[in-house]
């Protein structure tokens, strides 16, 4: 039983969090500090603060300034990280969002989303959200010995894109796309133990979301039912949710996985609506 245990152990591993500040991020940095990972975790806002949360509960962790949309702030704080903890095992890319801006609505139509929003949300979500500190992280990440794990934050919107939001439908999608091209890159070219991963998580309640699926006075929105309503579990997930999935694929006990995408969305993609 301790054996089986181990291989979900973290202990001695630094994991290195983008986008570590938000509802999501925070929350995985948590679970993955109390299985022992050292936490590094960036954020354009707020790292610092929520790293201290994470310390006053005895993980140890450290926040850092990060731009994941500007190389250069991305290769400053790989350099920091890696002065302070020495190396990176595990990256989780946890950067990106949605705007009004790139969301069609009775007010704005397909037909009149501004270039500038688009390409805001997919330049987020693909290339700050995965690519970029794929490349800056990774190519430390190649050399260690034991391999590691990067893991990707894709969505429902990858498997069937949602209305309303065709950015960050389409960015998603990518985002799936490229993981499995960076999975078997780097077996091939690289390291064989460094694995690359998603996890799909279904509908949480973040500050990007919020807006489509409630209403001020906290009720749901037509939206909001309708994702209820195809969710068998019948609820929206909690951030703690997507802690089990992310300690697996950060681990051992996935260490002949990669290239997968994993839903975490209480039934919603297995679910026909009849």
């Given at each position: 039983m301790r054996e089986i245990l181990e291989m979900f152990s973290l202990e001695g591993k630094t994991v290195v969090i983008t986008g570590g500040a938000g509802v999501l991020g925070s929350a995985i940095a948590r679970g993955l500090g109390k299985v022992?990972?050292?936490?590094?975790?960036?954020?354009?806002?707020n790292a610092e603060k929520v790293a201290q949360e994470l310390k006053s509960e005895g993980i140890e962790a450290k926040g850092y300034y990060i731009n994941v949309m500007d190389i250069e702030k991305i290769q400053s704080c790989r350099d920091e990280v890696i002065?302070?903890?020495g190396k990176a095992d595990i990256l989780l890319n946890a950067a990106g969002g949605n705007t009004k801006g790139a969301t069609t609505s009775e007010?704005?139509?397909?037909?009149?989303?501004?270039?500038?929003?688009?390409?805001?949300?997919?330049?987020?979500?693909?290339?700050?959200?995965?690519?970029?500190?794929?490349?800056?992280f990774g190519k430390d990440m190649v050399k260690n010995q034991n391999g590691g794990s990067i893991i990707n934050i894709s969505?429902?919107?990858?498997?069937?894109?949602?209305?309303?939001?065709?950015?960050?439908?389409?960015?998603?999608?990518?985002?799936?796309?490229?993981?499995?091209?960076?999975a078997v890159h780097f077996a091939q070219?690289?390291?064989k133990k460094l694995r690359v991963n998603a996890i799909a998580p279904g509908f949480f309640l973040t500050t990007q979301n919020r807006f489509l699926l409630t209403?001020?006075?906290?009720?749901?929105?037509?939206?909001?039912?309708?994702?209820?309503?195809?969710t068998?579990?019948?609820?929206?997930?909690?951030?703690?949710?997507?802690?089990?999935?992310?300690?697996?694929?950060a681990s051992d006990a996935a260490k002949f996985v990669t290239g997968i995408i994993v839903p975490v969305d209480g039934g919603f993609s297995a679910f026909s609506g009849v």
């Open positions: 022992g990972a050292k936490i590094a975790l960036c954020d354009i806002v002065k302070d903890f007010e704005l139509k397909f037909f009149d989303l501004p270039l500038s929003a688009l390409e805001k949300v997919i330049g987020l979500n693909l290339f700050g959200g995965a690519i970029l500190p794929s490349q800056v969505s429902m919107n990858a498997f069937r894109p949602l209305t309303r939001i065709p950015g960050y439908s389409a960015a998603k999608a990518a985002v799936s796309n490229f993981t499995q091209w960076l070219e690289y390291n209403n001020e006075d906290g009720s749901l929105t037509p939206r909001g039912k309708t994702i209820i309503a195809h068998p579990m019948d609820k929206f997930g909690d951030p703690e949710d997507l802690i089990g999935t992310c300690v697996w694929l």
